[in-house]
C-alpha cells in the first residue's frame, strides 16, 4: 500500500515562513508529478504549485514569487517553501503525487495539513 504523509503546518504571522513536506511511501516504482493544492473554508481546492519529475514547475499567480516547490527523488519527498505569507494562504493543504507501485498507478492525496496565517 502506499501513501503520502504531509507535514510542515501550522500558525505563522503573516509575512513569516513556513515550509511544508510530503513523503512517499510503500512500494513504489517510480513517481511523476508531484503537487501542492489548497482549499479554505468556503472555496473549491486550487492548485498552488506543480513539480513534474522533468523539473518543470507551475505555480498558481497567488503565490509566484513567494512559493518555491522542490523534490528529493532519493527521499520521495516534494517541498513547499512559503515566505511572505498572507491571512489569504490560510487553508489546509494537500500534496498530491501520480505514484507508480507494484501492481497499480494513479494519482494519491495526502491527507491535507493545516496552515493558518494571522496575527
Known amino acids: 500500500q502506499v501513501q503520502l504523509v504531509e507535514s510542515g503546518g501550522g500558525l505563522v504571522q503573516p509575512g513569516g515562513s513556513l515550509r511544508l513536506s510530503c513523503a512517499a511511501s510503500?512500494?513504489?516504482?517510480?513517481?511523476?508529478?508531484m503537487g501542492w493544492y489548497r482549499q479554505a473554508p468556503g472555496k473549491q481546492r486550487e492548485l498552488v504549485a506543480i513539480?513534474?519529475?522533468?523539473?518543470?514547475?507551475d505555480y498558481a499567480t497567488a503565490v509566484k514569487g513567494r512559493f518555491t516547490i522542490s523534490r528529493d527523488n532519493a527521499e520521495n519527498t516534494v517541498y513547499l517553501q512559503m515566505n511572505s505569507l498572507k491571512p489569504e494562504d490560510t487553508a489546509v493543504y494537500y500534496c498530491?503525487?501520480?505514484?507508480?507501485?507494484?501492481?497499480?498507478?494513479?494519482?494519491?492525496w495526502g491527507q491535507g495539513t493545516q496552515v493558518t496565517v494571522s496575527s
Open positions: 498530491k503525487a501520480y505514484l507508480r507501485a507494484t501492481t497499480f498507478a494513479g494519482d494519491y
Open positions: 510503500g512500494s513504489i516504482v517510480s513517481i511523476g508529478t
Open positions: 513539480l513534474t519529475n522533468g523539473g518543470i514547475t
